[in-house]
């Protein structure tokens, strides 16, 4: 076979012995909520049918649980008898009908587990989970190990093509491995044999029941990143009696969920980890084992998978959420339309975030994923349905989802925007260190505006007359959202701006800001001011790396040593009016992140301010004191700069007037509502609205 021209590495088959896979691409393990409740399972089919008819290499579905015990939730997703696996045909029914193949993670969450039957090597609480978990006996320690047999093989009763056997990542099989949480002193604790026994027998029980025909991966935590986390010499030891006792493959884990350092959110640079699987491969190789290693965690583009498997880091890429975000990744890649890529820019909002408040995860840039049942739109039909003639008032994330779906789908759309580029707030958040990944979207966009033949208006921002000459017969408005002025007195003041004067017009700011308002767009503007121009350390990898205190494991336990956060180029005061923690309305997965970074920064956080007015020195507040209703005395904070941030209204003018004059009209993204809206919202609006009209 010919190599690909542009991704050799990347697009070649990769020979596992008994089976070939077709390319270097893993779709990683997912929780996205199908796994639990077999009513779920039609949908959990054409979730995977669409990602398998993308050209993904090997599938790993979310996690079962091979018993009771070890649930993620109550009733989580299970696979421990014959009548469950018969469930599953349906799923490797519709990936094999695609071409593609499949494997089932075999998930144990041990004392991650959120329910009261949960267990684990030692009576040790988890600083993530209420429950403390029941300590396992030694028979209770051979049931477990039965359960995992017993699910690989009704795995392969259901047709899987394998299994994973969960082993990072802090859950059960990890938590025996470490001291920190396994504190036994029979054959299953104290020694690194012993600790490391689990693993093993499950690796070989299981190879003993599928034979030798099943793709057995062991997902093995390369770097713990948690104090007294496994030293290298105990990692490799385990990859290579893993090897030994019968895995096909070992797929990297980073990071147990209770680490404080972040793995996958935005602002982890690109590839960050693959420099352990490397290590790791460069142990193995000197070992002479052969057996193919996978890398994880921020792989988002064809060019950097390429360039990891061509620096020899790893023989396989896995990619979780960039396969939500776009289901034809691999065929896009190999047809040579990477600028078609809709780039998973991971936000974790409506995956992970979901995934945690049990909501079935779906995509911020792809509202289809998760929802492939529900969410179809088709070409027009002439036979039954009229080309319409489409104004999309707006170029932000809602009326660029919806002008391109609605092209897509065969009308004609005018899409006017009345900046000079499309991507409205998008254009502000990507400017943010730490978020330069939104700037993809924005790419994405651009190219399925001329792919799907929307007709684009930049610099043209248009009135009632115009829309009304221009004979539509729908409108949709997607002019998203104004500033709120929260009226404190001084306001109008030379040093006063608004996230827009900063983000978006680079107006000059002082040493010293005090930010009004920390939702979500405050948090952004501080990281945007306390970090000097050019230096976002998500750009480096080693100052990245330096920051949050993440070192070799071979020269650190667990990977882990203080974090070296370069100083702040501001000193940055942010308030709100709210009293507690700052932050409270952040992602479930990334708020912990942005306040940790912040505080690495040194911004200091004020709740429970009563904004009195703003002069030349600075920002007068009082504070609430204690519960009370009652204020301190004022105060000033003293500043050379306050920005404000408090919070959006909706930009909506053009609606009465348009439907005054007949005009059948749409309100979408922050024109129908700016509380609470998020890129999630917009895209998703936009989305839905396009595929009725
Ligand atoms: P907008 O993005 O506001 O777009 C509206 C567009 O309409 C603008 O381009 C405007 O120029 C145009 N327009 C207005 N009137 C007219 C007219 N008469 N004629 C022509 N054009 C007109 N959301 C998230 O989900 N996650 C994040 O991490 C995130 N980070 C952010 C960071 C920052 C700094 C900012 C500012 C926002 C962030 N957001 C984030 C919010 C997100 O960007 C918005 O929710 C989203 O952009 C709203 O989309 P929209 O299309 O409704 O409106
Ligand atoms: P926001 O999250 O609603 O925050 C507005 C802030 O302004 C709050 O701190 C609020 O707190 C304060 N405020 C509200 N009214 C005020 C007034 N009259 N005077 C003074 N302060 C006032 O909105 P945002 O920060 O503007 O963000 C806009 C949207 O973008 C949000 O919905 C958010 O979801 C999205 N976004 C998301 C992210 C992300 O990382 N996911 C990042 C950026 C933006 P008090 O009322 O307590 O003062
Ligand atoms: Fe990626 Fe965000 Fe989509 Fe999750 S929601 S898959 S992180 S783009």
Request: a positive charge.
């Amino acid at each position: 076979m010919t190599p690909h021209p542009l991704y050799p590495h990347l697009l070649s088959p990769l020979d596992l012995g008994h089976t070939t896979l077709k390319n270097r691409v893993l779709m990683g393990s997912m929780h996205t909520g199908l796994e639990d409740g077999r009513r779920h399972f039609p949908r959990m089919a054409a979730f995977y049918a669409e990602r398998a008819r993308g050209g993904v290499g090997l599938i790993v579905t979310g996690g079962f649980a091979p018993n009771i015990e070890g649930w993620a939730k109550p009733f989580a997703g299970t696979l421990a008898t014959s009548a469950a696996a018969r469930r599953h045909r349906l799923v490797t029914d519709a990936v094999h009908a695609e071409g593609g193949k499949i494997a089932l993670q075999i998930l144990h969450t041990g004392r991650y587990g959120y329910h009261p039957l949960c267990v684990a090597p030692s009576r040790i609480k988890s600083p993530i989970s209420p429950f403390t978990p029941r300590e396992l006996s030694a028979r209770g320690i051979e049931r477990q190990i039965s359960a995992f047999v017993r699910c690989a093989a009704l795995a392969r009763e259901a047709g899987y093509d394998g299994v994973e056997v969960m082993g990072s990542e802090g859950y059960l099989i990890n938590q025996f491995l470490v001291s920190h949480t396994n504190q036994r002193d029979d054959a299953w604790g104290g020694s690194p044999a012993n600790r490391m026994r689990l693993a093993l027998e499950i690796v070989e029980r299981v190879r003993a029941a599928v034979g030798a025909d099943f793709i057995l991966i062991y997902r093995l935590s390369m770097l713990d990143l948690i104090p007294g986390g496994s030293s290298w010499d105990e990692v490799v030891t385990l990859a290579k009696a893993v090897a030994a006792a019968g895995a096909t493959m070992i797929n990297t884990g980073i990071g147990w969920h209770e680490a404080r350092i972040p793995t996958i959110a935005t602002s982890v640079p690109r590839g960050a980890f693959a420099w352990v699987t490397q290590k790791m491969r460069k142990e193995l190789r000197a070992a002479g084992l052969t057996i193919p290693l996978i890398t994880s965690n921020r792989i988002n583009m064809p060019e950097v998978a390429e360039a990891i498997l061509a620096e020899g880091c790893a023989d396989m890429v896995s990619m979780a959420r960039p396969l939500l975000a776009d289901p034809e990744f691999v065929n896009k890649a190999a047809q040579h339309r990477r600028d078609e890529i809709n780039t998973c820019i991971a936000c974790n909002q409506a995956c992970l975030d979901h995934a945690f408040v049990s909501k079935i995860a779906s995509c911020l840039v792809n509202p289809r994923a998760g929802h492939e049942t529900e969410l179809v739109w088709r070409p027009l039909d002439p036979a039954r349905h009229t080309r319409k003639r489409i104004a999309v008032v707006g170029a932000g994330p809602a009326g660029l989802a919806a002008a391109t779906t609605l092209a897509e789908r065969g009308h004609e759309v005018h899409l006017f925007e009345a900046a000079a580029q499309v991507g409205g707030q998008f254009n502000m958040a990507r400017r943010v260190p730490g978020k330069e990944e939104f700037a993809e979207t924005l790419r994405y966009y651009t190219r399925r505006i001329g792919v799907t033949g929307v007709q684009l208006h930049l610099s043209k921002r248009v009135d009632v007359a115009t829309l009304v000459a221009g004979r539509f017969d729908e409108v949709v408005l997607a002019t998203g959202v104004l500033p709120r002025d929260p009226k404190i007195p001084g306001s109008d003041l030379p040093n006063v701006l608004s996230y827009i004067d900063v983000l978006l017009h680079a107006r000059p700011v002082g040493p010293r800001v005090a930010i009004v308002g920390a939702g979500g767009i405050g948090f952004d503007v501080a990281e945007f001011l306390v970090t000097a121009p050019g230096a976002s350390p998500t750009m480096n990898l080693h100052e990245w790396l330096a920051e949050w205190g993440v070192a070799d494991p071979a020269t650190a336990r667990g990977g882990v040593v203080a974090a070296r956060p370069a100083p702040p180029a501001r000193q940055v005061t942010l308030l709100q009016r709210k009293v507690g923690k700052l932050g409270k309305g952040l992602g479930k997965t990334t708020g912990w992140i942005h306040r940790a970074s912040l505080q690495m920064k040194q911004v200091r956080m004020i709740g429970g301010v009563n904004y009195q007015r703003i002069t030349a020195q600075g920002l007068w507040i009082t504070t609430r004191i204690s519960s009370g209703a009652q204020q301190s005395e004022p105060r000033l904070i003293e500043c050379d700069t306050v920005v404000l941030c408090s919070g959006q209204e909706p930009l909506r003018v053009l609606h009465e007037p348009l439907r005054a004059a007949g005009l059948r009209t749409h309100l979408i993204g922050g024109a129908f509502e700016a509380g609470e809206l998020d890129a999630k919202r917009a895209i998703d609006q936009g989305t839905r609205l396009a595929a009725t009209l």
